[in-house]
């Protein structure tokens, strides 16, 4: 099992940086993909990025791509997401989830019913 707990959310403005951290506790963390999913106000939740257990594979959204990174290290049982160039509309309560699995790529990964585990989110605010 594979409990995720989000940190690192907080008010930004347009242009600017946030690293969010993904600590998960539990055994099988080495085991598992990552995922950050995004939900903003009146909206459904939504893929961000993914990574595969190992972190040899990542996938992202296209309204991501080129401006966040996603990484883990698995020493520290963590996950991260950098945040760079952020926009007004990346607003958004941040999940962290996690799945275990070996055998897929991270692009395996992309939609909330693939994952069993999901921690309680963290907030994202960009000011424009």
């Known amino acids: 099992q594979v409990q995720p707990v989000e940190s690192g959310g907080g008010l930004v403005q347009a242009g600017g940086s946030l690293r969010l951290s993904c600590a998960a506790s539990?055994?099988?963390?080495?085991?598992?993909?990552m995922g950050w999913f995004r939900q903003a106000p009146g909206k459904e939740r939504e893929f961000v990025a993914a990574i595969s257990w190992s972190g040899g594979s990542t996938d992202y959204a296209d309204s991501v791509k080129g401006r966040f990174t996603i990484s883990r290290d698995n020493a520290k049982n963590t996950v991260y997401l950098q945040m760079n160039s952020l926009k007004p509309e990346d607003t958004a309560v941040y999940y962290c989830a996690a799945q275990r699995g070996k055998y897929y790529s991270a692009s395996f990964y992309r939609q909330e019913r693939k994952y069993d585990y999901w921690g309680q989110g963290t907030q994202v605010t960009v000011s424009s």
């Open positions: 539990g055994r099988s963390f080495s085991d598992s993909a």
